[in-house]
Protein backbone atom coordinates (compact mmCIF):
# COMPACT_ATOMS: atom_id res chain seq x y z
CA UNK A 1 0.00 0.00 0.00
CA UNK A 2 1.31 3.39 -1.05
CA UNK A 3 1.30 6.36 1.51
CA UNK A 4 -0.72 8.96 -1.30
CA UNK A 5 -2.20 12.09 0.03
CA UNK A 6 -5.71 12.16 0.17
CA UNK A 7 -7.68 15.72 -0.96
CA UNK A 8 -11.03 15.90 0.86
CA UNK A 9 -13.86 18.03 -0.49
CA UNK A 10 -16.73 19.53 1.09
CA UNK A 11 -20.08 18.42 -0.37
CA UNK A 12 -21.88 21.19 -0.16
CA UNK A 13 -20.72 25.02 0.11
CA UNK A 14 -21.90 26.30 3.50
CA UNK A 15 -25.11 28.21 3.54
CA UNK A 16 -23.99 31.79 3.33
CA UNK A 17 -24.70 35.50 2.47
CA UNK A 18 -22.51 38.41 0.94
CA UNK A 19 -23.09 41.27 2.31
CA UNK A 20 -25.34 43.13 -0.63
CA UNK A 21 -28.08 39.79 -0.50
CA UNK A 22 -27.93 40.05 3.31
CA UNK A 23 -28.69 43.67 2.83
CA UNK A 24 -31.38 42.90 0.04
CA UNK A 25 -33.08 39.70 2.09
CA UNK A 26 -33.16 42.14 5.89
CA UNK A 27 -34.33 45.37 3.82
CA UNK A 28 -30.96 47.02 5.35
CA UNK A 29 -29.23 49.41 3.66
CA UNK A 30 -26.00 47.82 3.45
CA UNK A 31 -23.88 50.58 5.22
CA UNK A 32 -26.63 49.76 8.29
CA UNK A 33 -25.37 46.60 8.37
CA UNK A 34 -21.49 46.90 8.82
CA UNK A 35 -21.98 49.19 11.26
CA UNK A 36 -23.95 46.89 13.02
CA UNK A 37 -20.83 44.32 12.63
CA UNK A 38 -18.89 46.91 13.91
CA UNK A 39 -20.55 47.65 17.33
CA UNK A 40 -21.08 43.94 17.26
CA UNK A 41 -24.72 43.70 17.12
CA UNK A 42 -24.49 41.31 14.07
CA UNK A 43 -21.87 38.03 13.93
CA UNK A 44 -20.06 37.67 10.61
CA UNK A 45 -17.16 36.08 9.33
CA UNK A 46 -14.53 37.85 6.70
CA UNK A 47 -12.92 36.43 3.78
CA UNK A 48 -8.97 37.07 2.54
CA UNK A 49 -10.59 40.20 0.52
CA UNK A 50 -12.37 41.40 3.96
CA UNK A 51 -16.05 40.85 2.46
CA UNK A 52 -18.56 40.31 4.86
CA UNK A 53 -20.52 37.30 4.86
CA UNK A 54 -23.50 36.20 7.24
CA UNK A 55 -24.93 33.14 8.24
CA UNK A 56 -28.49 32.54 7.18
CA UNK A 57 -29.39 32.95 10.95
CA UNK A 58 -28.38 36.67 11.16
CA UNK A 59 -31.63 37.43 8.86
CA UNK A 60 -33.32 36.27 11.87
CA UNK A 61 -31.54 38.74 14.25
CA UNK A 62 -31.33 41.30 12.12
CA UNK A 63 -35.17 41.09 12.23
CA UNK A 64 -35.08 40.54 15.98
CA UNK A 65 -33.08 43.94 16.12
CA UNK A 66 -35.21 45.86 13.56
CA UNK A 67 -38.11 45.26 15.93
CA UNK A 68 -36.25 46.02 19.42
CA UNK A 69 -35.55 49.51 17.50
CA UNK A 70 -38.87 50.44 16.64
CA UNK A 71 -40.63 49.26 19.87
CA UNK A 72 -38.24 51.11 21.88
CA UNK A 73 -36.70 53.47 20.39
CA UNK A 74 -33.22 53.04 21.22
CA UNK A 75 -29.82 53.39 19.41
CA UNK A 76 -28.07 50.50 17.72
CA UNK A 77 -25.63 49.91 20.20
CA UNK A 78 -28.30 49.90 22.97
CA UNK A 79 -30.25 47.51 20.93
CA UNK A 80 -27.18 45.02 21.00
CA UNK A 81 -27.35 45.30 25.13
CA UNK A 82 -30.72 44.54 25.22
CA UNK A 83 -30.34 41.25 22.41
CA UNK A 84 -28.09 40.25 24.50
CA UNK A 85 -29.72 40.61 27.81
CA UNK A 86 -32.83 38.52 25.93
CA UNK A 87 -30.37 35.72 24.81
CA UNK A 88 -28.87 35.60 28.73
CA UNK A 89 -32.77 35.45 30.21
CA UNK A 90 -33.80 32.98 27.99
CA UNK A 91 -30.89 31.03 28.66
CA UNK A 92 -31.84 31.05 33.00
CA UNK A 93 -35.26 30.34 31.55
CA UNK A 94 -34.13 27.00 30.12
CA UNK A 95 -32.28 25.83 32.75
CA UNK A 96 -35.01 26.76 34.99
CA UNK A 97 -37.51 24.98 32.83
CA UNK A 98 -34.12 21.47 32.74
CA UNK A 99 -34.34 21.93 37.12
CA UNK A 100 -38.13 21.80 37.38
CA UNK A 101 -38.42 18.92 35.10
CA UNK A 102 -35.72 17.06 36.80
CA UNK A 103 -36.87 17.82 40.26
CA UNK A 104 -34.40 20.07 41.57
Not at 76 to 88: E, F, N, R
Request: with cysteine; charged share 20%; glycine share 4%.
Amino acid sequence: MTSQARATYALARPARLDLESFARATQTHPDLVAKLVVLGVLDAQTDSACRLWFAPAQVASMARIKRLRASLSINYASVGLVCDLLDKIARLEAVARASKRSGG
